[in-house]
């Protein structure tokens, strides 16, 4: 059915049709609404067999899914931020020990300085933890890949993350085919558990384990995650049959086929991206573009195939490991080690600040020149950058950095004149 809703409310809606049987929340934006959300469906008598528990904070919310997951419930959970970073003991808690959690995660910028805006900074930080981690595109595809996600999670027994852009896609409107009953029924079977505690058959979950088979242990987990790279695109063509949809698979080609550059990047910005593409190859530019829609497991062979024709590679992200550079470009050059392909590395809209089509345009060209430095910050102010290395210079006591640049460009000053 055709709907003209938030994304908070499709994802809720999605959630629903998917018959939880535990939802653990604390609020945190901006994920904030599809709990919500949820929480009033299951109030209203909306979701059978469904407890809702409210707690005290994230950690608690993902802790109280470990448990329900062990004894056997679907179970799931959202976060964003500094959400993810207070739970992120239970994140690699919940992975080791094989639970098949879902969890939404409202990408967004981790503090400090407080940003409540669009990065991926809260699932970067824990790309090394286990779960899967799906990027989504759109509101349609966040309804979609959830419905994918629990059958992921359930025939793996592992836990995933769906990371979809905050504000961006959480509170936009978009029209969303939402789905029958009878549809996610027929997708997503029951949930029969691999693990689940019984007292009639005691056993240990999360147990300890010795350096004698903590290698192995980790290994298995790393075998489920390759195992995920085949299994991801067969249940996306499963999903495609009964649906109507092309919503999920590990990667997604804009003209690719034949173009000499490709661009790469993940998420919402993708919409963004198409526009100016489709300009540029109709002004005669060798130009195509890629979508990595999971993030964990990588999806390097597909990133090989659909490469082949390119001679240079540009990766948008918004995520940076501070130090180093572009978090997916790491990957991408790993994966495409063996290819004689130039990556070129690209850093934007980190907190949220706005990619242009214009911005986008003038950094395609640079990076069509092999122009671009390494790493690229986008639409980066290199003055008001330089001005505050020159007062660290300058003066010992030169205060503090963020509030030294909310002065420099003239947001404290406006403030106080208000």
Not at 47 to 62: D, K, P, Q, Y
Not at 206 to 219: C, D, Q, S
Not at 371 to 381: G, K, N, R
Request: aromatic letters at 6%; charged letters at 20%; hydrophobic letters at 45%.
């Amino acid at each position: 059915m055709l709907k003209q809703v938030e994304g908070s409310q499709a994802v809720a809606e999605a959630v629903a049709m998917c018959r939880p049987e535990v939802i653990s929340a604390y609020p945190i934006t901006p994920q904030t609404h599809i709990v919500e959300d949820l929480g009033t469906m299951v109030k209203a008598g909306d979701i059978e067999n469904c407890e809702f528990l409210l707690v005290e904070s994230e950690f608690g919310a993902l802790s109280a899914c470990i448990g329900s997951s062990a004894a056997g419930a679907r179970s799931y959970t959202a976060t964003s931020s500094q959400g993810m970073l207070f739970m992120m003991e239970a994140v690699y808690n919940a992975s080791g020990m094989g639970l098949p959690i879902v969890m939404t995660v409202g990408n967004r910028a981790i503090g400090a300085p407080i940003n409540i805006w669009n990065d991926w900074g809260d699932s970067m930080s824990a790309r090394d933890g286990g779960w899967l981690q799906l990027f989504v595109e759109s509101n349609q595809q966040a309804v979609d890949v959830h419905i994918q996600a629990f059958k992921l999670a359930e025939e793996l027994s592992l836990p995933v993350m769906v990371c979809m852009d905050g504000f961006i896609l959480t509170h936009s409107y978009s029209q969303v085919d939402i789905p029958e009953q009878s549809q996610v029924d027929e997708f997503l079977p029951p949930f029969e558990p691999r693990q689940v505690l019984d007292p009639a058959s005691p056993l240990s979950m999360g147990a300890m384990v010795g350096p004698e088979a903590f290698t192995e242990v980790r290994f298995l987990s790393h075998q489920k995650q390759l195992d995920a790279l085949d299994l991801i695109p067969q249940q996306a063509a499963e999903f495609e049959a009964i649906f109507g949809r092309d919503s999920g698979g590990l990667v997604k080609e804009f003209d690719c086929a034949g173009a000499e550059t490709v661009v790469i990047t993940m998420g919402s910005v993708i919409g963004t991206m198409k526009e100016v593409l489709v300009d540029m190859r109709a002004e005669g530019f060798s130009i195509g573009a890629l979508t990595i829609r999971s993030f964990r497991p990588f999806p390097s062979a597909a990133l090989q195939r659909a490469l082949k024709d390119a001679k240079r590679v540009i990766v948008f992200e918004k995520s940076l490991a501070v130090g180093m550079g572009g978090i997916v470009s790491m990957n991408v050059r790993m994966a495409l080690k063996d290819d004689p392909i130039k990556v070129q590395s690209v850093i934007g809209g980190l907190g949220g600040r706005p990619i242009t089509r214009a911005g986008l345009r003038r950094m395609f060209e640079k990076g069509l020149q092999d122009q671009l430095e390494e790493p690229h910050f986008h639409d980066i102010d290199m003055g008001i950058v330089e001005r505050e290395l020159e007062r660290e210079k300058q003066q010992r006591h030169s205060g503090s950095t963020a509030e030294n640049i909310l002065y420099d460009v003239g947001v404290v000053a406006a403030a106080k004149t208000i």
